[in-house]
């Protein structure tokens, strides 16, 4: 077979794999996905999408398609909270262990959304493929090597043996938790290892909803199950149901000794319905363990999702964070191959985004030590919000020009406009149209301005008539390009009518002039220059 030519290849078929191919397309960039099942997920596994993860779908175009997929409104589920119980039949004497907040109108323009990944990785194909991609199942990679000018991969066709070269600028390895492409890198993991091991049991059982009395919820636990605990979880709204109990090697337990009889009495036993009719749909083993790779980036290769960072499901953070992660990358990718972004914007990459996955591997760790009753005064102390989590985190490194020296969490959800963080959610209407401000950030870099800011927006004109680097300025006042509808902007992001706040394509804001400046020109150009990966005032 002929070699095959593409700017990015992508290792990894799952949800932050195509993920990729999809931020990557919708940036006009042609990747190739190999995947080495034979097709999508057949089972509803990473069932709640998180309203920053909706976010990205809405700015890449695939929103509406994968919102379609939701079965009623979900979001009752999650506002159900984490529970536990004695047995499912006892749901009226619940006790909440947890109660997170995941969204909210005056943060986000999206919500919550439950659906399992056996149907939006179908959708996510299509799209993928509609936009000039290909997605190769049944397909692993050989081998790769990199160079100052790509990497060569070697691909092999699983059905019929046939292998084929692959040269490419980039490489994302999205393979999962036990990654051929780290492995081959030589990268080493950090971290705690595995915690425990745990049994997915997939199970249609049409009483159980009666025993729940409709009672919705992220994840119950029930203790009633002997030597176990046993967590329940339907955050896609459809069959099968997912149960999870632990099992223990120490003890010489292996996946081997849970028959379906076995699975079914534990489902029963959970129940607190012996006689309950229970059908097994499939079992997966699996190990909670919390690990972070050393980096995420050697040379041309990057890794993403699980393949850069496990860690316990408590929270539903994984394929959330690892679909931020395949974001993140997408547009500095996109940004490199385009001649407008450095190699210290490709190494910020890791900085940012190993940064947040430390963090969100400890606060999973801290939910798995309550949940399973373990947990000190400290640990407890340590919980943030999901909310803060899952959209409060902020970035730190020297792509970001007067950032905090906070930590990647805090306590607090502070969405205000500081460079590093999130961009605040406003209404604002454009030509007529109300939009979120998150709407506006995606193609390039956009500088929005006060009502008395017209000498930032002259700098940011003369910059994007350069040609040097995508930006693009709004004037945001009562007769200005955007017009606020619920709330003041400037106040949302922390400056005054003359000043102006820098943003990056994926939303997070980059520098910020809470006032005028003395020479708008100048501080412009370098902090735009600073955004791209380029020297102070001279972009890439």
């Known amino acids: 077979m002929n070699d095959v030519r593409v700017p990015v290849l992508i290792v990894g078929g799952g949800p932050v794999g195509l993920s990729a191919a999809l931020f990557l397309g919708s940036h006009g960039v042609r990747t190739l996905l190999v995947e080495k099942r034979d097709g999508t997920s057949q089972l509803p596994r ?30 009752a589920y999650f506002e159900g909270g984490i529970l536990q119980v004695r047995t499912f039949a006892e749901i009226d004497d619940a006790v909440v262990l947890e109660a ?58 699983l059905a019929t043996g ?110 607190g319905k012996q006689d309950m009719k229970v059908e097994i749909v499939a079992k997966v083993p699996w190990q909670g363990a919390q690990l972070v790779a050393e980096s995420f980036r050697s040379g041309r290769v990057f890794l993403a999702g699980d393949a850069a960072h496990v860690h316990p499901p408590a929270g539903g953070f994984g394929a959330n964070t690892g679909i931020h992660d395949a974001h993140n990358l997408a547009w500095k990718l996109t940004a490199a191959l385009a001649g407008w972004g450095g190699e210290a914007l490709l190494d910020s990459y890791d900085a940012e985004r190993r940064g947040v996955g430390r963090a969100m591997a400890e606060q999973a760790m801290v939910r798995n030590r309550i949940r399973h009753g373990y947990a000190d005064e400290e640990t407890v102390a340590s919980m943030v919000d999901d909310i803060i989590i899952t959209l409060g985190y902020r970035y730190r490194s020297e792509m970001i020009t007067g950032g905090s020296d906070r930590p990647v969490l805090t306590p607090d ?28 950030f995606w193609e390039g870099f956009v500088l929005l301005t006060g009502s008395r800011g017209e000498a930032w927006g002259r700098a940011a004109g003369r910059l ?40 990056r394509p994926d939303a997070f804001v980059a520098w910020r002039s809470p006032g005028p400046g003395a020479d708008p020109d100048a501080e412009l150009t370098a902090a735009l220059a600073v955004a791209c990966g380029g020297e102070t005032g001279d972009l890439p």
């Not at 460079?419 to 401000?437: I, K, L, M, Y």
């Not at 930006?471 to 955007?482: E, Q, S």
């Open 46 to 75: 990473a069932p709640g999408l998180q309203a920053r993860t909706m976010e990205l779908f809405r700015a890449a175009g695939a929103q509406q398609e994968i919102r379609a997929l939701e079965v009623g409104d979900s979001h």
């Open 100 to 157: 997170p907040s995941l969204d909210g109108p005056e943060i986000s323009p999206e919500r919550v959304m439950g659906c399992g990944q056996d149907r939006y990785e179908r959708v996510l194909v299509d799209v993928v493929r509609q936009r000039g991609s290909e997605v190769r199942f049944g397909t692993r990679l050989i081998a790769f090597t990199q160079d100052e000018d790509g990497v060569t991969a070697e691909i092999e066709d």
């Open 162 to 271: 046939e292998r084929q070269t692959v040269v490419a600028d980039y490489l994302i390895g999205a393979d999962g938790a036990n990654s051929r492409t780290r492995q081959r890198l030589g990268l080493q993991r950090e971290g705690r290892g595995t915690v425990f091991n745990a049994l997915s049991i997939y199970f249609r059982a049409p009483e159980l909803e009666e025993l729940l009395k409709g009672r919705k919820f992220i994840l119950c636990y029930a203790t009633a199950a002997p030597g176990t605990l046993m967590g329940l979880s339907r955050l896609h709204g459809v069959d099968p149901w997912l149960a999870a109990p632990l099992y223990y090697p120490e003890r010489g337990e292996t996946p081997a000794d849970y028959p379906d009889e076995r699975c079914v009495d534990i489902v029963r036993t959970a129940s």
């Open 413 to 440: 959800l502070k969405l205000n406009g500081e460079p590093g963080t999130r961009a605040p959610h406003v209404w604002v209407e454009r030509d007529g149209a109300s939009v979120s401000t998150i709407d506006l």
């Open 464 to 503: 994007a008539a350069s040609g040097k680097a995508p930006i693009r300025a709004y004037r945001v006042a009562a007769d200005g390009d955007l017009v606020p509808v619920d709330r003041d902007w400037a106040d949302a992001y922390g400056v005054t009518a003359e000043g102006a706040v820098l943003v």
